[in-house]
């Protein structure tokens, strides 16, 4: 089969699924991955004979696909803050609005020497191993509850050579932190069950329930428990980041500020939602 017979191929049969562009970027991505081809050559190399072999790992993809397995479960990796990620079923997929947060602690302390950074619910380890990749001169600690994610955000560190070490605790049964640190981040489940209409199925299907949602009754728990122990183990003058629910903005600053913190800023993403929270606490 040629390249332009599986590409018609791989059109037509997920026409129906997905939307034409959609289904163009799936087909460029997996053309690089399996074939190493980038989207000027699947135009200019169209009559190229593809194998058997990969002609059957396209049509594995597609089927995934039909069953809306998003594409970087597929593929086992993706890109975030610059660089590649190894990923799976059991961690949630980078966002790019985690990519803004990560920038914000970046352009805040890029200059400050010496820096302690703590990550909760690291997951992949996106937040963490970006951080210690373009801090150089930070100590990064990585934490989460599950064995599984800890264990691809330990391949992250290795593939993006980058020192951080790992902690395996629920964040909600923790009492005490190792240390204090000078900035602790997280991107904790926010996610009400009640929104989960407004989720696709590429989400609700396959990404991990864990890392994603939270009780309608008490959707900040995970923010109350991890701002009580920032008020212990946060270095005076120290900062709080959290990726946020863009419906609990008000809520989450009134939290910040009844827990004693100061100097509260809420942050819209590129898409003019309010998705990041910074404090600091003061002496």
Known sequence: MTLRELKIEFQNTLKDVYPSEEVQSFFSILSEE?????????????????????????????????KHRPIQYIIGNTEFYGLPFKVSEHVLIPRPETEELVDWIVNDIQKQDQIKILDIGTGSGCIGISLAHNLKKASISVLDVSEEAISVARENATQNNVSVKFLQEDILECQQLPEKYDVIVSNPPYVRISEKTEMKNNVLKHEPDLALFVENNDPLLFYEKIASLAQEYLKVGGSLYFEINEYLGNDMNQLLELKGFKGVILKKDMFGKERMIKCRKDG
């Not at 190493?36 to 089927?63: C, M, P, Q, W, Y």
């Open 34 to 66: 399996y074939l190493g081809l980038t989207r000027i050559d699947i135009v200019l190399k169209a009559d190229t004979l593809v194998s058997e072999e990969k002609t059957n790992r396209f049509l594995d993809a597609i089927e995934q696909l039909k």
